[in-house]
């Protein structure tokens, strides 16, 4: 009994740890590849942002799609193929892609 009550103890505390260090990631990829247009706080507020109508990330228009939607627009450009959107193409990898719709799943208004 003390066997699987510590082999469950453990394989939740790697699910725990795994998801802080995957958000903890995608704030740091933000950070590298997102904040010069979204602005640091994710709310388009940037003198870049502002010039080209950049949606607040933290907004229901955005909180509101879906994991697959926000991947296609960071991976691909999404449905307009926007090239500023196209990160795949730029080096990042699914679980990069993965770790920042994580990190935009936590920074809601």
């Not at 795994?18 to 590298?32: C, Y």
């Not at 940037?46 to 939607?69: E, F």
């Given at each position: 009994m003390?066997?699987a009550?510590?082999?469950?103890?453990a394989?939740?505390?790697?699910?725990?740890?795994?998801?802080?260090?995957?958000?903890?990631?995608?704030?740091?990829?933000?950070k590298?590849k997102?904040?010069?247009?979204h602005?640091?706080?994710?709310s388009?507020?940037t003198?870049?942002?502002q010039?080209?109508?950049?949606?607040?990330l933290r907004?229901a228009?955005?909180?509101?799609q879906?994991d697959?939607?926000?991947?296609d627009?960071i991976a691909?450009?999404?449905?307009?193929?926007?090239?500023?959107?196209s990160f795949k193409t730029?080096?990042l990898?699914?679980?990069?892609i993965?770790?920042?719709v994580?990190?935009l799943?936590?920074?809601k208004q």
């Amino acid at each position: 009994m003390k066997k699987a009550t510590f082999l469950v103890l453990a394989v939740f505390a790697m699910f725990v740890f795994s998801s802080v260090v995957m958000a903890a990631d995608g704030s740091a990829l933000f950070k590298q590849k997102c904040v010069a247009c979204h602005g640091a706080d994710a709310s388009g507020n940037t003198s870049m942002g502002q010039k080209m109508k950049i949606k607040d990330l933290r907004g229901a228009d955005v909180q509101k799609q879906t994991d697959a939607q926000l991947t296609d627009m960071i991976a691909n450009g999404g449905p307009a193929k926007k090239p500023t959107h196209s990160f795949k193409t730029k080096g990042l990898s699914d679980a990069d892609i993965t770790a920042i719709v994580t990190y935009l799943r936590s920074i809601k208004q």
